[in-house]
């Protein structure tokens, strides 16, 4: 896809693509210190717990999947972040027509006053779709909302032929001139934003700023359906806890595989989440931008570890289109970042620093 995450699933659906094997059931990931994302403990703050060993622990739905906070350190956080969550799905969604990218996408390439988190998530985006070479493309919405997976609906070829010359994301432009109310525009007036691939991940660094800045927590563990990240250490010192879910268990709790990690973020995408079956063929959600059809792929599940949660999210997209072994290769341009691969064979391939940043130690 770019990763087509859209409302297209029921409200009452999670996408949970990892099961944590660890205290708090969660997936876990790994980043170098210093470095952007989860990567930094946060310090003690006025109001922590005395003994910050019992996590305070909330949930809440969000972006088409239920999020989990398990936070030490500070009882108060949860709420915190849930409210948080609030707000970003009300300003990223899609299908919402007051979204801000609801609002830019209905401008006709008019410039639009938007959030400075909107323009910041865009910029952030147009980055990785850069360094993608089209293989992850936020336009990716002209395409993608003529697609149903719940209800089962394939656009026709000509549809899809239509739509796709609209799916170019150098028609996206961020203006943050005015810093308090900056603009965007799609110079393409049919172009549409479908910032899916990329935004449970942005915001899950977000909250990771928002537990460092505003609150006394220690460590935490997020997740976001998918999207998994850990902030901070956990009181007794041992790390995180990770297992990937076997693809061919979709809805069980089959784990092909198990990480102990220290902070940062996991993301994982399948093939599995979202697929219909329609004249003995099935789709599935993830969407090349350079047909407007599912991806032709030999990989069923790659799972991107990396200090920065955006960077995995855009990613997971991006790897997936390219298949298990150049994937493995463009991953590696990251020294900090690393990919798990699940073939349609079952057969594994994991890139060059897997090992290496999966060894919690």
């Not at 004249?279 to 200090?307: E, F, K, N, R």
């Not at 997971?316 to 798990?340: H, P, Q, R």
Request: with cysteine; charged share 20%; proline share 5%.
């Amino acid at each position: 896809m770019p990763d087509v995450r859209t409302r297209t699933i029921s409200r009452r659906q999670a996408l949970r693509l990892l099961v944590g094997t660890g205290a708090l059931g969660m997936g876990a990931a790994l980043g170098a210190g210093g470095l952007t994302g989860c990567a930094t403990t946060p310090q003690a703050k006025q109001g922590a717990s005395d003994t910050m060993t019992e996590p305070a622990t909330s949930s809440t739905f969000a972006f088409d999947t239920y999020c989990t906070f398990t936070v030490y350190g500070d009882d108060a956080a949860p709420a915190l972040l849930a409210r948080a969550c609030a707000r970003y799905d009300a300003l990223f969604d899609l299908y919402d027509d007051a979204s801000d990218i609801a609002r830019i996408n209905a401008a006709a390439g008019a410039p639009t006053t938007v959030d400075p988190a909107t323009a910041d998530i865009i910029k952030q985006a147009l980055v990785y779709c850069e360094e993608a070479n089209g293989r992850f493309d936020i336009t990716i919405g002209a395409v993608s909302t003529l697609w149903d997976f719940v209800k089962g609906v394939r656009p026709t070829d000509a549809e899809i032929a239509r739509a796709l010359p609209h799916v170019n994301w150098t028609c996206v432009t961020v203006d943050e001139s005015d810093p308090d109310a900056p603009t965007v525009t799609l110079t393409d007036p049919a172009a549409k934003l479908d910032l899916g691939g990329i935004a449970k991940g942005y915001i899950a660094d977000k909250l990771c700023e928002l537990l460092r800045d505003e609150t006394a927590a220690t460590a935490a563990a997020i997740s976001l359906g998918s999207n998994v990240v850990y902030l901070g250490e956990k009181p007794d010192g041992s790390p995180w806890e990770t297992g990937i879910r076997d693809p061919n268990d979709p809805g069980g709790s089959t784990v092909v595989d198990t990480v102990s990690t220290r902070a940062c973020s996991l993301v994982t995408s399948g093939l599995y989440e979202r697929t219909f079956t329609l004249d003995d063929v099935t789709y599935w959600h993830i969407l090349d931008p350079a047909t407007g059809m599912p991806v032709v792929t030999d990989t069923v599940s790659v799972t991107v570890l990396s200090p920065s949660s955006t960077r995995a999210d855009a990613l997971s997209t991006t790897l997936f289109i390219a298949g298990s072994e150049a994937g493995a290769n463009l991953v590696d341009a990251y020294s900090d970042t690393a990919a798990y691969f699940i073939t349609t064979s079952g057969a594994v391939r994991t890139s060059s620093r897997w090992d290496e940043l999966t060894s919690a130690g």
